[in-house]
Structure formats: structure tokens, C-alpha cells
């Protein structure tokens, strides 16, 4: 896996453009929600995912490294996390997450000890 989190490995199936805005996205261990936003900027790829009732309406912000999979036809995005492990990660803020690089660099520090390989 890159050490760039906040790319998408060309092993995902993503393509640059693609309104990803309603896929579902899937934990290791099951479903944690759907994607509210997502940016597709270079080096600063990430998903909004709104885990609706599962953590109390929670959003993430999912830097795209941890995509494992785009799946276009189910509309269906898989990544290597596991649900607590999203569940415990640093709080979305939106007011910070844009142009703070303090932020992204401690979201982006908690999932490269998270993530899978």
C-alpha cells in the first residue's frame, strides 16, 4: 500500500471524476454508512461518509487510501478498516478540514496506524 493516504491506489477501481456521492461504503466487518461528499484533489482524496443511527449520526472523514475497492455497479465502497476503527477516529470537522493541514495530518496519521495492508 502507498504511504500517500490521501491518494486512491490505482487498485481501487476509481475513476477521477466519478460521482461517488450515495455509495455505500463497507467496513472489513459490514456497513458503516453512505458518502455525504468526497473530493478527488490531488493528494487530498477523501469521502464524507454519514454513518446515519450506527454512531449516532456521526460523519468520518476517510482519506481515500483506505479505499480498498470501488465497486461502480453495486455502488459500493469497500475499505480496509474495520467499523470500531472508524468508529474511534478523530471527529469530522467541517469547519477545520479544509485548508487545516494540522487536521489532515492528524486524521491522516490515525489511519496509516489503522489501516490494513
Known amino acids: 500500500m502507498s504511504d500517500n493516504i490521501w491518494g486512491y491506489q490505482p487498485t481501487t477501481g476509481h475513476a477521477a471524476g466519478t460521482d461517488l456521492i450515495g455509495y ?3 467496513a472489513t466487518d459490514g456497513s458503516i454508512g453512505k458518502v ?3 473530493s478527488d484533489d490531488v493528494h487530498s482524496s477523501y469521502l464524507v461518509v454519514d454513518t446515519g443511527v450506527w ?3 456521526k460523519h468520518v472523514l476517510l482519506p481515500a ?9 453495486e455502488q459500493k465502497i ?5 467499523k470500531d476503527q472508524i468508529k474511534d477516529s478523530p471527529e ?3 469547519d ?3 485548508g487545516d493541514a494540522g487536521y489532515h495530518e492528524q486524521v491522516g496519521t ?7 495492508a
Not at 487510501?65 to 455497479?73: E, F, L, M, P, S
Not at 469497500?78 to 474495520?82: E, I, K, M, N, Q
Not at 490515525?110 to 490494513?116: A, E, G, K, L
Open 55 to 57: 454512531i449516532f449520526g
Open 36 to 38: 455525504d461528499k468526497h
Open 24 to 26: 455505500k461504503v463497507e
Open 78 to 82: 469497500y475499505v480496509a478498516l474495520t
Open 65 to 73: 487510501g483506505t479505499v480498498t475497492t470501488i465497486d461502480q455497479a
Open 96 to 98: 477545520k478540514h479544509i
Open 110 to 116: 490515525y489511519y496509516q496506524n489503522h489501516r490494513r
Open 92 to 94: 469530522f470537522d467541517k
